[in-house]
């Protein structure tokens, strides 16, 4: 009987050794694969079920699901559900994090992954709308063109707010703003300056004036206004232990590229804004 339990004490060691040593550089790229697979498949609660944390359970205002949800959280990846673009995930960052814990297999990990996306105009490129249109506020044609002359200037804020498959009614769905729910009547407007109120949630494409006052027929718009070609995601993906799964925690962007009339632009995102992770 000695035997057989030094035995099984031995097995079970060299193969808990043997899961230890087994190299994980690929399964954060296999959790990020699944992850944008899930969203491009149009699996949008499958993809939910992949966000989570290593440290606490703290999901979003809204929930994780927000972060999937046209008008909510930004960033946000709605503009990729159940769309046809392609996606390699490439280079992972592990990322040191002090997190206590007592057995080996019990240890956090963090991760970066970066993953490069690629659109067709023939297929699929996202409109990329000037901050008004995108919240729902009229332009003067001078302004539109203003825009279209350099698209890429402060393209990051609100960035993918402003990403939209068409300009049709109904994109964004229309509902309160959450966080004016946690605010007194008027008590918001006293925290914000005037001029920030119109962009507290993104709005169904706003219109374009012509100096006679009427309105550019939107598909006017639609053939003048830049369209996303590319963009690099960073996923930052944890496990809470070494035996657990790969999650989703945040994102961001880390660069875009955005073409009109033939003519490429390249966004940069900043560090220090709500984009980092």
């Known amino acids: 009987m000695l035997a057989r339990f030094l035995i099984f004490v031995t097995c079970s060691a060299l193969f808990i050794a043997a899961a230890f040593m087994l190299p994980t550089v690929d399964f954060p790229q296999t959790a990020a694969d699944t992850f944008l697979s899930k969203l491009k498949s149009g699996d949008a609660a499958g993809a939910v079920e992949m966000f989570g944390d290593n440290t606490c359970k703290c999901p979003p205002r809204g929930g994780y699901e927000s972060y999937l949800q046209y008008g909510s959280q930004e960033p946000n990846l709605a503009f990729l559900i159940s769309k046809p673009f392609s996606f390699t995930a490439g280079k992972v960052t592990p990322v040191d994090i002090a997190i206590p814990y007592v057995f080996p297999w019990d240890k956090p990990t963090t991760a970066y992954v970066d993953v490069d996306m690629t659109f067709k105009e023939d297929s699929y490129s996202p409109y990329f709308l000037p901050m008004e249109m995108a919240y729902g506020i009229p332009m003067t044609e001078a302004q539109f063109n203003q825009f279209l002359n350099a698209p890429e ?22 509902k309160p703003n959450p966080d004016a729910k946690t605010f007194k009547e008027g008590e918001l407007e006293n925290l914000l300056s005037p001029e920030m109120i119109p962009f507290l949630q993104a709005k169904d494409a706003g219109c374009v004036l012509l100096k006679d006052k009427s309105e550019m027929p939107q598909p006017d718009i639609a053939a003048k206004l830049p369209r996303l070609v590319s963009a690099t995601l960073r996923l930052r993906v944890v496990k809470s232990g070494q035996l657990k799964p790969w999650m989703v925690n945040k994102f961001r962007f880390e660069k875009a590229s955005i073409v009109e009339n033939g003519k490429a632009s390249t966004i940069e995102f900043p560090l220090n804004s709500k984009y980092d992770l």
């Not at 200037?153 to 229309?174: C, D, E, H, M, Y």
């Open 153 to 174: 200037k402060n393209a990051w804020k609100g960035f993918t707010q402003r990403l939209r498959p068409s300009l049709a009614a109904g994109v964004i769905p229309v």
